[in-house]
T-cell receptor, first 114, second 113 residues
Framework: TQLLEQSPQFLSIQEGENLTVYCNSSSVFSSLQWYRQEPGEGPVLLVTVVTGGEVKKLKRLTFQFGDARKDSSLHITAAQPGDTGLYLC??????????????FGTGTRLKVLA | EPEVTQTPSHQVTQMGQEVILRCVPISNHLYFYWYRQILGQKVEFLVSFYNNEISEKSEIFDDQFSVERPDGSNFTLKIRSTKLEDSAMYFCAGQGVGQETQYFGPGTRLLVL
């Protein structure tokens, strides 16, 4: 069974603090996507990382794809209350069948206190 | 910016009834997916669809489920005889050729009573 484990599951921090969310698997992924999901809504894409070792920055958010393409991280600098939400990693594991279906991570629920 | 849309946003139905969930993907996407998310659980894959046929389906996607793209725009998921355990958020997603990223719709919340 292919799994994407995210840690931590829950994170409550003060405004201005930095944080890192991890997404790990024993499987190799073709790419990894990070989404943010609000309650009752669909996942909204933040970033796609494709190349092993790739780093992408989106304002205060920094995303990294592991060299072996089995893991990824999301780092938020100087968190703000508007960053509060559920963060999901997801992607298509590389398989012999050439599937494109996404495996989703277990999610990290972030709360940033003012 | 183009978006994936889904209708209805909410659907309440009685057990045993048929429901059809509709999705309008982004126009240049050719790969389509349905996922579901039971309350409090992670998003899980149901089915993928390409070139007017199912390319892959999960064990959840049994004979009660079907998908079609009847008119080249709408992409539908039909559940023939709903069960209580079908209650979930259902998300449609689309993907362009040669692209890694899937774009998700806002979801349909299905409640089976």
């Amino acid at each position: 069974t292919q799994l994407l484990e995210q840690s931590p599951q829950f994170l409550s921090i003060q405004e201005g603090e930095n944080l890192t969310v991890y997404c790990n698997s024993s499987s190799v992924f073709s790419s990894l996507q990070w989404y943010r999901q609000e309650p009752g809504e669909g996942p909204v894409l933040l970033v796609t990382v494709v190349t092993g070792g790739e780093v992408k920055k989106l304002k205060r958010l920094t995303f990294q794809f592991g060299d072996a393409r089995k893991d990824s991280s999301l780092h938020i600098t100087a968190a703000q209350p508007g960053d509060t939400g559920l963060y999901l990693c997801a992607g298509p594991p590389i398989t012999t069948s050439g599937t494109y279906k996404y495996i989703f991570g277990t999610g990290t629920r972030l709360k940033v206190l003012a | 910016e183009p978006e994936v849309t889904q209708t209805p946003s909410h659907q309440v139905t009685q057990m045993g009834q048929e429901v059809i969930l509709r999705c309008v993907p982004i126009s240049n996407h050719l790969y389509f997916y349905w996922y579901r998310q039971i309350l409090g659980q992670k998003v899980e894959f149901l089915v993928s669809f390409y070139n007017n046929e199912i390319s892959e389906k999960s064990e959840i996607f049994d004979d009660q489920f079907s998908v079609e793209r009847p008119d080249g725009s709408n992409f539908t998921l039909k559940i023939r005889s709903t069960k209580l355990e079908d209650s979930a958020m259902y998300f449609c997603a689309g993907q362009g050729v040669g692209q890694e990223t899937q774009y998700f719709g806002p979801g349909t919340r299905l409640l089976v009573l």
